[in-house]
Each structure stands twice: as C-alpha cells, then as structure tokens.
C-alpha cells in the first residue's frame, strides 16, 4: 500500500503559520522592548500574576500606558524643535524684510539722485 502525502490547503497552511509564528512574533518583540512577554500578554488578558509577592496588576503600569506616555514624550520633543525653528526663522524673516526696506530706501535715494541729475 502506497503512503499518500498529506496536503494543505492554503487556509490550512495561513493557520498554522499564525499558530506558530504570532505568538513568537509577541515575545521576540517583548524581549527586544525589553519587558517580560508573559508578564505583557497576562495584562492583555487581565490575569494577574501569582508571584508579584502581594502586588496588583494595577499598580504597574501597563503596556498601553508606558507606550502612550512615550509617545505623549516624543511629540513634546518634536513640538519644541519645531517651536525652536519656528523661532529662527521668524528671526530670519524680520532680518531679510529689514534688508529688503533698506534696499528699497537704497533705491528711492538712487532714482532721487538720478532725477537731480537729468534736471541740469
């Protein structure tokens, strides 16, 4: 008797690729942000851990909130560089509209002269 191979289907194939590779997708990302992946997926859960020796879940702060104020921090950066930029080119613009007044107080005096000079 002839062994038959076993075939997949494509869905078949997509399941157990999510299967297996979600789950150590989520810990290799946990390890790399440096957090405890266990710990991570019990508070996305809900579950409280047994060995925080008395401690909560709630008195740590979870994922979404650690991630929120990193986030809340990088956009005050961003805001006062831009604020500082904003700054040096409002500096910039009051110095070229200075020139450029000069430059036309320059030019009146210019065709001033000029005029005097076709009258004789």
Known sequence: MAKRKLQLTGFARLFLFLVIMLPALFFGVSYAKGEDGMQ???NLIGMESSD????SASTT???SETFVNGEVKRLQDE????????KDL???N???KKQADDAKA?????KRQL???KRR
């Open 94 to 96: 009051e110095l070229l």
């Open 52 to 55: 925080d020796g008395g401690e």
């Open 79 to 86: 805001l006062e560089e831009k604020e500082s930029r904003l």
């Open 40 to 42: 991570t997926l019990k």
């Open 90 to 92: 409002y500096q910039e």
């Open 106 to 110: 320059e030019l009146e005096e210019v």
């Open 115 to 117: 005029e005097t000079i």
């Open 61 to 63: 702060k979870p994922a």
